[in-house]
């Protein structure tokens, strides 16, 4: 019964820090090499960013907005 049916929502607690260097590139469908956001399932969330810092602190951003936390 499609009312029964809760889609599972991931969370920003899911979301790790990775660097993309340029022959991992086509394995995400990305076009720059850098520091991205990915969540459980390997989908790049955010991103590219220059540094794993800044990469971190997009991701606590975004923990912030979505959790309040």
């Keep these: 019964m499609l009312?029964?049916?809760?889609?599972?929502?991931r969370t920003p607690k899911d979301l790790i820090a990775v660097h993309v260097p340029s022959a991992d590139l086509g394995d995400y469908n990305?076009?720059?090499v850098g520091w991205y956001a990915l969540d459980d399932g390997d989908h790049v969330i955010?991103?590219?960013?220059?540094s794993l810092a800044l990469c971190e602190r997009?991701?606590?951003?975004?923990?912030?907005?979505?959790?309040?936390?």
């Design 58 to 69: 997009a991701i606590r951003d975004r923990l912030e907005l979505t959790t309040g936390v």
């Design 46 to 50: 955010l991103g590219p960013f220059e």
């Design 3 to 9: 009312d029964d049916y809760v889609p599972f929502m």
């Design 30 to 32: 990305l076009t720059q």
